[in-house]
C-alpha cells in the first residue's frame, strides 16, 4: 500500500468517485419504464471496495443506507471473488442476502483493474413487480415468503457477450409486466457499465494503490465524523419503544423495543426486546434495521456524515434472532422496508424524548401510506397499477410548527399529480385538500395531514393497502398531543360506508370512492393556560 | 426625429450592466461595464449609454436582457396574486408534491410556503376530465360569483389555474373574459403551460401573475425614456428576442433573461467556429452556470426550479453550480472541503481587502500568481497578496503543506467539484464530454477553463472575444424567436395524422404572429420542430427534430436512433408522442464575427513576466500578455498569462494558445508536461 495522498487529492478522488454514484442513478432514471423509478426516483446508486465496503453513494435514499454495502458482502459470500468476469452483471434480491425485501432488485458489476477486482458498482430499484401473490407485489395476507414474489439469489444475467436470455427469460417469465420489467433490467445494467467506464478512467490516472489508500482514509473520515456525531450525545444508557399497528394477520399492536447505549464517541443499538417475528409481511431484516439506526444518528446527531462503510464503525447493532428485526428466512417482509423500519426510527427517538427533545420532531405519518390501485383501464383494454404514498402532517419542533403533508423520515418518494392519475388510470380524483385541524396541539402544532378523494371509473380495480399509524396516532413530545390517526373510507354508490384496515385487499367497483385521510403530526410542548 | 444607427445590447445583472453597441454605418464597435442600480434598472441602462458615449435619440434598437424578474422571484419581491383552482383543489400548492428539501436535517423546513395564502384561493364549480370532456359546466353564475370574490379581495393580479384545463380551454378562457374587469392582471395556467402536473403549472402560472405589475410598470417607464426612435426588445429564457406587448403578458419568460443571452451567444460562437458540442463555463464570485450545446443547438428544457420553486416553461438549459471564485476552503478534521460556503460579493476573498479572511479559490489563485497585482480588478479592486497568503496560511500550517501546494490543492479540489456538475449536465444530456469544447467567460471561468478541460480530456478551450461582456452581446446578436411546446401525448398505434397536422399549424401560425407585428417578413420566418419521444412507460423523453409535415416513420426511425445513442439499447416496441416543441425565428440580426473587425496589434510583447505554480512544476516564470493588444494568428505556449481588466486566461505548461482570425483565443489543452 503506498503513502497516505495528500487530503487534496483524497477530496479530489472523492468527488470523481461521488461522481461516479451519481451518475449511475441517473442513467437509471432517465432510461427505466416504470414509474416508481421515473418519476418517484426509488433506487439507489453504490460502489463498494473489493470488500464491499462502501465507498459512495449516488442519491442517498435513507431505506437504503447500510443495504447496499451488506449485499456486495453477503453476495461474496455465496459467489466467491474468483468466479467473476469483467463485464460480468448478477442480479439478486433474497432479503436475507443483504437486502431488504423482493421488490429491491440489486444489480452488481465487479470491477476490474491492474488484473483483478478492485470495485463494485451496485444499482438497487425497486420494481413495480416482482410477481407473488398480488399484482404491485404488497401482499398484506402473505403468510411465508414465497407469496410475496420470484425470488432470485446471485444470477448472472449478463456476460461482456451481453445478457444470457434464457436467464432474462425466466425472471421476466415470473414478474408482471414483462416489457416494463425488461426495461428496468437494462436501465440497472446500463448504469453499472457506465460505473466500470468510469472507474477505469480514475484507475488508470491514479493507479489502484493510491484509489485503495484514498478509499481508506475516506473510510476513516466518516469514522471519525460518526464519532465526533455521536459526542454530541450525553452518555448514557435510555430505553424507548414504538408500535407497529398489527402485522396485516390480525392482532395486536407488535413492540419495536431499542436499549440506546451512548458511550465515548460509540453506541450500541440493542434491539433483542422488540418482539418476535411476525406472521404477516411486516417483519424486516437486520439490514434494514442498520439503514434506520444510521438515519435516525444522522438526523439527530451528524446530518453531514458522509455515507460509507467508515460510519457503521463506531456503531454496535443487536437484534436477536426469531424477532421481527432478524426473522427466519420464511416470513414475509416486503412491508418491514418501510414501515417497520420507521418504527425503529420512532423508537429511537422515543429512548431520547428527554434526552435530546430540541433536536427531535414530534411524530409524524411515518408510513408509506401505500395505496395499491390495479385493474383494467376500459380506455385502453390495457392492466394498470397504481403505486401511491401519502405524506401526513410533519410533528411539531421545541421551536416551530410542524408543515402540513410532507413524506418523514425513511423515505422521500412523491406523490403522483391527479392529472398524471386521470390520464393513465380508471380513476378520477375528487378532491386534495389539506385535513384541517388533523395536526396535534401543543405550544407547537403539529402538521395537518390530507385528504384525497379517488373515485373508480372503471369496471373493476382491486385495492391494496399498507398503512401503518391507523391506530397508533403520531406521538407529541414534552407534553404535545398526538395527531389524528390515518383513516381510509370505501364510500359506494348505494350510501354503504365502511372503514378499512391499514392492510387490507378489496375489491372496488365504478362508482365507488375511496377517501384516504391521512394524520396530523404530533405537538411539542404542553399547550400553556 | 433622426433614427439613430447605433444597435444596443445591455445586460442588467445583479452587480454589472454590460453594454455593446455596434454602429450600422460606420461598424464601430463600443463596450462597457458600469454598476448596476438595482432599484432603478432604467437608470442602469442610462449610465451604460454615458459610458459608452450614446444617447437614447441615437439608438436604432436596444436589445435588454435583465434579472428583474429573477431577483423579483429570489427575493419574494411579487405582487399579491388571487388564486382561481378547481373546486377540491386549491390545497395543491400547499400539497405539493410531498416530498421534503432535506433528508437528514429536521430544523429545516420541508417545503417552502405556499405562494398564495389560503385566504386568497378561491375554488370554482366545474370539472373536465382527462379526455377533454366537460363533466361539470361552468355557469355564468360561478364566473360572477369569482369576479366578485377576486374584487373582494383587492388584488391586481389574478392566477387561473384549473384541472385538466389543457385538453379543453374552454373553462380557463370563459374565468379569463369575466375576470378582465375585475382585476388589471389575469394569467391562465393552459396558456402558460399546457401540460398535466397541476402544482408545477399552478405555481408557474402565480408568478407569472406576480410578475406582471411590476413588469409593466418598468416597461411602461423604459417606453417612456427610449421614446418612438428606439425598438425595444426583450431576452427571453429560451434564448432569443421577445417583443414588449409578448413579455408584458409573459413576464415570467424574463427568468433566465441575463444566462440565457450568455448561453445564447456560445451557442453562436460554437456555430461560427464550427463546433458541433461544446459547454458553456461561466464562471463567477458565487455561482458557475454551465449549458451545453448539441449538434450545434442550445439544449433547451421545460423543468426547471427558481428559488425552490418550479416553473414549466421552455428555458435554455442552464445549470447554476454553487461554487465560483468566492467558495472557501475549511479543513474537517483530516479532510478538506471547497464550498459550499461562500464569500460571495461581500466581504468577497480576502486579497479584495473588504473584511473577507477565510481562504477562497480566488486567494488560492492569487497565491498561485495568476491574477496581476499590478491590475485594478474591474478597475476598481486593488488585489492584495499578502491577505491571500495570510488566508491560506492556516490551511497549510494544518496540514504540513508548503503554502503554494496548499493554493495548488485548493485549485485542484474546485475543478474536481465543477467537474462533477459539468459530469452531471452532459450526462443528463446524454453527451460525451470529451466531444465538446469548453467555451469560458465570465470572469473566474477563464483561469479554471484549460485545468477543468484536461480533468474531462477535452482537447480545446475558447475564450471569445467580448467575454467579460458576453451576456449583453448575447442580446445584441439574438434572433426574434418563439418557442412552445404541447402535451400530444399519441402512441405509434394510434397514431392521428391529422391531428398532429392542425396542431403543427395552429402553434406554428402563433408562434409567427408576434414576429410578423414586430415587422418582419412571414417568409423569412424559420420554424424549428422538436418531437419529445419515449416507449410508453419512459418518464423521460428523447428530443426528436424533424420536418413538416410529421413522418411517424421516420420519426419513430430517428428516435430509436437517439435511444440507442443515449442509453445504449433500443427496441422495436411501439413508442409514444409525448409532447410537440416548435420554435420560429426571425432570420438572424448579426453574426458574432460581423463584429469583429480585428483591431491593429500594439504589440506581442509580454506586459510583465510573473512566477506562477502549475501542477508538481514549482515556481515557473510566466509571461503575462495584454488580451486588447493581441493580434490575429498570434500564437504562444504555456506556461502564459493572457488578461485585461476582467479576467484572466491561464495557459498552463503543456498548452498552447492563439488568436483566431476574429480574435477569439483558443487554447489546446494538451497535456500536463
Known sequence: MSARPDPFTIEVIRNALTAIAEEMSLVVMRAARSPLLREAGDLSSALTDANGNLIAQGRDIPAHLGVMGSTVQEFLKRVPAERLSPGDVWFLNLPETGGNHLPDVKAIRPVFAEGEVQAYAVSLAHWADIGGAKPGSYVPDARDAWQEGFRIPPLRVFTADGPDREKLDVILANVRGAEEREGDILAQMASCRSADERLQDVFARYGAATIRAAISDLHDQSEAEMRAALRTLPQGIYEGVDWLDDDGAGGTPIAVRVRVDIGDGEATFDFSDTDDAALGPLNATPFTASASVFYAVKAIAGPDIQPNAGCARPLNIVTRPGSLLNPPVERPVVGGNHETSQRIVDAIFNAMKDVVPERLTAGGSTTSGLLLFSGRDPRTDRWTTLYEVHGGGEGARHDRDGMPVVRPHMSNVMNTPAEVIEANYPIMIDCQALRRGSGGCGAHRGGDGQQRIYRITGPEVWLTTMVERCVIPPYGLQGGEAGEPFRITLERPSGEICTLTGKTHVRLEKGDRIVMETSGGGGFGSVIA | ?673
Open chain 2, 1 to 673: 426625429m433622426m433614427d439613430g444607427s447605433w444597435k444596443v445590447g445591455v445586460d442588467i445583472g445583479g452587480t454589472f450592466t454590460d453594454v455593446i453597441a455596434i454602429d450600422a454605418s460606420s461598424g464601430e464597435v463600443r463596450t462597457a461595464k458600469v454598476r448596476s442600480q438595482t432599484s432603478d434598472p432604467v437608470a442602469s441602462i442610462v449610465s451604460a449609454y454615458r459610458a459608452i458615449g450614446v444617447g437614447w435619440e441615437s439608438v436604432s434598437d436596444l436589445m435588454h436582457g435583465t434579472t428583474m424578474a429573477t431577483n423579483a422571484i429570489v427575493e419574494g419581491n411579487l405582487a399579491p396574486v388571487a388564486l382561481v383552482a378547481t373546486e377540491g383543489f386549491r390545497d395543491t400548492i400547499e400539497i405539493g408534491r410531498q416530498n421534503r428539501r432535506e433528508l437528514y436535517r429536521l430544523d429545516v423546513t420541508p417545503k417552502l410556503p405556499p405562494l398564495v395564502p389560503e385566504e386568497r384561493r378561491l375554488e370554482v364549480r366545474g370539472r373536465i376530465d382527462a379526455q377533454g370532456s366537460v363533466i361539470t359546466p361552468l355557469s355564468d353564475e360561478e364566473c360572477e360569483r369569482i369576479a366578485a370574490a377576486v374584487v373582494e379581495l383587492g388584488v391586481d393580479a389574478v392566477a387561473v389555474a384549473l384541472q385538466q384545463c389543457f385538453t379543453n380551454t374552454e373553462h380557463e378562457t370563459k374565468l379569463g373574459e369575466r375576470l378582465e374587469g375585475s382585476a388589471s392582471y389575469v394569467a391562465l395556467s393552459h396558456r402558460m403551460n399546457p401540460e398535466p402536473r397541476e402544482f408545477e403549472r399552478t405555481n408557474t402560472t402565480i408568478l407569472n401573475a406576480a410578475l406582471m405589475p411590476l413588469t409593466a410598470g418598468y416597461l411602461n417607464e423604459l417606453e417612456g425614456a427610449a421614446g418612438s426612435g428606439t425598438n425595444l426588445h426583450l431576452f427571453h429564457s429560451a434564448g432569443g428576442m421577445a417583443s414588449v406587448p409578448v413579455v408584458k403578458e409573459r413576464p415570467l419568460t424574463l427568468a433566465l433573461s441575463g444566462p440565457a443571452a450568455g448561453v445564447a451567444a456560445a451557442g453562436k460562437i460554437a456555430n461560427e467556429l464550427g463546433l458541433d458540442n461544446a459547454i458553456g463555463f461561466d464562471m463567477g464570485g458565487t455561482t458557475t452556470d454551465t449549458c451545453v450545446v448539441i449538434d450545434g443547438k442550445v439544449q433547451i428544457s421545460s423543468d426547471q426550479r427558481l428559488a425552490g420553486r418550479p416553473v414549466r416553461q421552455l428555458m435554455v438549459a442552464v445549470e447554476s453550480i454553487g461554487a465560483g471564485g468566492g467558495s472557501i476552503a475549511r479543513s474537517e478534521g483530516s479532510a478538506v472541503r471547497v464550498g459550499p460556503d461562500s464569500a460571495g460579493a461581500e466581504p468577497g476573498p480576502a486579497c479584495y481587502g473588504l473584511g473577507g479572511e477565510q481562504p477562497t479559490v480566488t486567494d488560492a489563485n492569487m497565491v498561485l500568481g495568476f491574477m496581476n497585482t499590478d491590475r485594478l480588478l474591474g478597475g476598481v479592486i486593488r488585489l492584495d497578496p499578502e491577505r491571500a497568503r495570510s488566508s491560506v496560511k492556516p490551511l497549510s500550517d494544518a496540514f504540513g503543506i508548503p503554502i503554494q501546494e496548499t493554493a495548488l490543492g485548493i485549485y485542484r479540489v474546485a475543478n474536481a467539484s465543477m467537474a462533477r456538475a459539468l459530469r452531471r449536465v452532459t450526462v443528463e444530456r446524454g453527451v460525451d464530454a470529451r466531444s465538446c469544447a469548453l467555451i469560458a467567460f465570465g470572469g473566474a471561468g477563464p483561469m479554471h477553463a484549460v485545468a477543468l478541460a484536461r480533468e474531462f480530456g477535452i482537447a480545446r478551450v475558447v475564450v471569445p472575444k467580448f467575454s467579460s461582456v458576453f451576456s449583453a452581446l448575447g442580446c445584441l446578436t439574438a434572433e426574434f424567436s418563439y418557442a412552445e411546446q404541447y402535451a400530444v401525448r399519441m402512441s405509434s398505434t394510434s397514431w392521428d395524422g391529422d391531428r398532429v397536422a392542425e396542431l403543427c399549424a395552429v402553434m406554428k401560425d402563433r408562434l409567427a404572429a408576434p414576429i410578423v407585428a414586430a415587422g418582419h417578413d412571414c417568409g423569412s420566418i424559420v420554424t424549428r420542430c422538436v418531437a419529445l419521444v419515449r416507449y410508453a412507460g419512459q418518464s423521460d423523453t428523447v428530443e426528436v427534430p424533424f420536418d413538416l409535415p410529421l413522418d411517424p416513420k421516420s420519426l419513430g426511425a430517428d428516435f430509436r436512433v437517439r435511444h440507442e445513442r443515449l442509453y445504449g439499447f433500443a427496441t422495436e416496441e411501439a413508442w409514444e408522442l409525448d409532447t410537440l416543441r416548435l420554435t420560429a425565428s426571425a432570420a438572424s440580426r448579426s453574426d458574432i464575427t460581423d463584429l469583429l473587425e480585428a483591431e491593429v496589434s500594439e504589440s506581442t510583447m509580454p506586459i510583465a513576466t510573473a512566477e506562477c505554480w502549475f501542477d508538481s512544476h514549482g515556481a515557473l516564470p510566466t509571461p503575462r500578455y495584454e488580451r486588447g493588444a493581441l493580434p490575429v494568428d498570434w500564437r504562444v505556449g504555456g506556461p502564459a498569462i493572457i488578461e485585461d481588466n476582467w479576467s484572466t486566461i491561464v495557459v498552463p505548461p503543456g498548452a498552447k494558445a492563439w488568436t483566431d482570425a476574429t480574435n477569439h483565443l483558443i487554447v489546446e489543452a494538451g497535456d500536463a508536461a
